[in-house]
């Protein structure tokens, strides 16, 4: 009878409980961000049933740990106030604005963001995107659009909110045109908002692989962020995406590492590898799922920054047979604690000596790196070594902590 009775509860419990709820970890290798909000797929697709649904609808397993809802796409508007699109599910267009504004009342969407959190999911808000209408013109501006905000998406108050009661995770900024001038200002009032609230926001930037992204990098070098999505990707044609891993010359991962744990203000910031969700989510850039697995567990294996995926976007993502569920799978199955830099079994480097065009050697020591840090040489001659910061630790991956003077991208002296 006693054996019974806790059996009996035991399958209650279960039934008030069907998964474990895992708060968001910004530690772990194995998170996937996929931005929400611009039903990517049904630009380009008439077949509706694949268009973007509600927030809560990819919201139903654990495949997916953030979503950034894209986007917040003007920042001064009539009524000097910002507004959202959202394209099929909230936009100026089609859903009531506040008055003298067109900021969209889109308080439909306070329960899906509600059920997203309570199922431990990051629901954050992206300003900027392709066509956004953003910037600032003085620090105090950024500092008063900051408490605008504040008050209308996160922890503040107002009579004008446009997710209603939901209290939304943090802000990341997609900004891909003109300067990130005055936003270390925005990011830092409103971080320190947050911190006297109690509660833990996050902040987050989605820059171009290139390195310094041209519209974000004054901004990634002045705030705090807890991690960065990079576009490694064909959205821009950029000579470092995902089409040419494997080109030392191109693939710069081991950059951004560099900037994650020794440039940033926080030193602790997490590197997304950033990749569009399907073919026809970007003009190039798309790999397969077992590309993209075996990239993204090479890199989880080398650098200590890596976060894990993000992916453009949701829609595009389900319609191409969950390749969100498939990437999440795989980091998973790297691990998603814990790090160590591989052996390196290539010979030592000597000074002096010449090596031919993908070469590899082992250089360790010099500046604190750990001993056996492994490379691979560029193609051409003259090269010169450069921070160790920019090695790969993985024995067969691409990357070179030598200075390239035929690469203008390469930060390091």
């Not at 397993?61 to 959202?84: E, K, M, Q, T, W």
């Not at 807890?226 to 494997?246: E, H, I, T």
């Amino acid at each position: 009878m006693h054996t019974y009775t806790l059996v009996t509860i035991a399958i209650f419990l279960v039934s008030l409980f069907p998964s474990c709820i895992h708060a968001f970890d910004n530690s772990r290798y194995d998170n996937v961000a996929v931005y929400w909000g611009q039903n990517s797929y049904g630009a380009g697709h008439s077949d509706t049933a694949n268009h973007q649904k509600r927030l809560s609808y990819y919201c139903e397993d654990n495949s997916i740990d953030v979503f950034p809802i894209a986007f917040l796409n003007v920042f001064f508007g009539p009524g000097n106030a910002p507004s959202l699109n959202l394209a099929n599910t909230c936009n100026p267009t089609d859903n009531a604005t506040f008055p003298g504004t067109t900021l969209p009342d889109c308080a439909i969407l306070a329960s899906d963001i509600s059920t997203c959190q309570s199922k431990g999911k990051l629901i954050t808000l992206s300003l900027g995107g392709a066509t956004g209408a953003v910037g600032f013109s003085s620090d105090s501006q950024a500092s008063a659009f900051a408490d605008l905000i504040w008050n209308l998406f996160l922890g503040g108050k107002s009579s004008t909110r446009p997710f209603g009661t939901a209290i939304l995770d943090g802000i990341d900024l997609d900004i891909e045109g003109g300067t990130s001038n005055y936003h270390g200002t925005f990011v830092d009032r409103i971080r320190s908002l947050g911190q006297a609230s109690g509660r833990k926001y996050y902040f987050t930037a989605a820059p171009q692989c290139v390195y310094p992204d041209a519209a974000l990098g004054t901004v990634l070098n002045a705030a705090v962020f807890d991690a960065v999505y990079g576009a490694f990707s064909g959205f821009y044609n950029n000579y470092c995406g995902l089409q040419n891993f494997g080109q030392a010359s191109t693939w710069n991962f081991g950059i951004w590492d560099y900037w994650a744990r020794s440039v940033s203000r926080s030193k602790t910031t997490k590197v997304y590898l950033g990749a569009p969700a399907s073919s026809s989510a970007a003009g190039g850039g798309y790999v397969d799922i077992n590309t993209l697995s075996r990239i993204a567990t090479q890199m989880r294996k080398s650098f200590p920054s890596f976060g894990g995926v993000m992916l453009w976007d949701a829609s595009q993502a389900y319609a191409n047979n969950r390749y969100d569920r498939a990437i999440k799978n795989a980091l998973v199955a790297a691990g998603g604690t814990g790090f160590t830099y591989p052996a390196c079994s290539a010979p030592a480097y000597s000074p002096g000596n010449g090596y031919p065009a993908g070469s590899q050697v082992s250089y360790g020591g010099q500046s604190g790196m750990p001993q056996g840090s492994h490379l691979t040489l560029p193609t051409g001659s003259g090269v010169q070594w450069s921070s160790p910061a920019l090695i790969n630790h993985n024995g067969d991956g691409p990357d070179t902590n030598l200075d390239n003077p035929d690469n203008p991208d390469n930060p390091f002296p």
